[in-house]
């Protein structure tokens, strides 16, 4: 069922984002303005050293101020908008933040989640396709013999960020069946970097700030750790995949979960490595790496990396950013931006 992207298809179509001001929403707005669609996002932050408003999309949105757990809120978004497609990505997904106060985490990502559904099983009677982004970390831990995570592996995370997904990665899977039939595809995607990413809490933005703004940059744990990244414009290209699908074959799709990274992980070191030549910043890794050998981290996946497969097969979807001219692209962007967003 290989899908080519049709880009008319998104003209004058109303998409709601929740998470509107974050890292993926903002690239996901940009791109389906773009392509011509009418674009409704939820918003909490105020921040607006953001993506979405550096580049002015916030002009070009509606934008409706709140939280997701708010049910008056949402309700009033699908009375009054005539949404046809959601993307629901608003999440607290600090995993430092979700250890020292999971209650905030549980609040947003699973309160949010099923109050988010509940605004549109009861008032979107037109949404014809919802995406919904759980995350890799879903799964919890398997050993590297297991590795890349496959669809049907069983999910059983144990930190609270982990579990704040998978239990939102389940109340969407029950919407979407028999008593409830709304259109839904759960995403799982690995880690994403690329412009716009503004939570300098996690690895890539961080090494990044702290190479521009000449900081010391110090590695959370001894750096051993695999992970899997994907580019921002591989997984916004795949969002527009899946939830066009959804919308023109619902029976095929909904209900459906999505892996999505490169098949292959990295070590972490390895990501500072290549970040810091990028930056022509070489010299400063023995310091770096000296300090953090023997550092261990608490309430973190060892090692994790995706399976495409199902979506190369469902949409011949594949990652097309090799990690070196993906990073170089966020240098790039970090250059000029880090001022704006900082
Ligand atoms: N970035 C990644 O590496 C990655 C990987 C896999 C899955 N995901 C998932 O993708 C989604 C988007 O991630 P992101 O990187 O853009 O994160 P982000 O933090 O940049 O964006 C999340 C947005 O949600 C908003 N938000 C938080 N709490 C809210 C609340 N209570 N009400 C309304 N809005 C609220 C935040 O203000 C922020 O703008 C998340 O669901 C995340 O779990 C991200």
């Known amino acids: 069922m290989k899908k080519k992207l049709n ?22 707005a940009k791109e389906l303005l773009k392509n011509g669609a009418e674009v409704v996002g939820l918003i909490r932050n105020k921040n607006r050293k953001t993506l979405l408003f550096a580049e002015n999309l916030n002009k070009k949105i509606t934008l409706i101020d709140g939280d997701v757990e708010n049910k008056k809120i949402l309700k009033r978004v699908f009375i009054e908008e005539n ?97 409830f039939k709304l259109p839904i595809a759960i995403t799982r995607f690995s880690n994403i970097y690329g412009p716009g990413q503004a939570n300098f809490s996690a690895l890539i933005p961080d090494c990044f700030q702290s190479l521009i703004k000449k900081t010391k940059f110090i590695l959370r744990g001894n750096g051993e750790h695999k992970r899997d990244f994907l580019y921002i414009k591989d997984v916004i290209n795949l969002y527009l995949q ?57 309430g973190e996946i060892k090692s994790q990396y995706m399976d495409y497969k199902k979506v190369n097969k469902f949409f011949g979807w594949r990652p097309t950013f090799k990690m070196d001219r993906g990073l170089r692209e966020t240098y790039d962007w970090y250059k000029k931006y880090i001022s704006k967003i900082t």
Not at 23 to 28: A, D, K, M, P, T
Not at 132 to 141: F, N, P, R
Not at 256 to 284: C, L, P, T, Y
Not at 291 to 298: A, D, L, M, V
């Open 7 to 28: 880009k008319n298809f998104w003209k004058n179509k109303k998409v709601f984002i929740t998470g509107i001001n974050g890292f993926v929403g903002s690239n996901l």
């Open 242 to 298: 899946i939830s066009q699908s959804l919308y023109l074959e619902p029976n095929k799709i909904s209900g459906e979960v999505f892996n999505a990274g490169s098949n292959r992980g990295h070590k972490v070191k390895d990501i500072v490595k290549m970040i810091f030549e990028i930056g022509n910043k070489k010299k400063n890794l023995r310091s770096i790496f000296k300090n953090s050998k023997f550092k261990k981290t608490k």
């Open 83 to 179: 949404i046809d497609i959601c993307f629901h990505l608003a999440a607290q997904v600090e995993v430092g933040l979700a250890q020292k106060y999971p209650y905030l985490t549980w609040e947003t990502n699973i309160k949010g989640t099923y109050t988010f559904f509940e605004a549109i099983r009861e008032n979107g009677k037109k949404v014809k396709s919802i995406i919904v982004a759980s995350s890799d970390k879903a799964y919890g831990e398997y050993p590297i013999k297991k590795m890349p995570y496959k669809e049907n592996y069983e999910l059983k995370p144990i930190y609270p960020y982990d579990v704040s997904k998978a239990c939102a990665d389940l109340i969407a899977k029950s919407y979407s069946q028999e008593l």
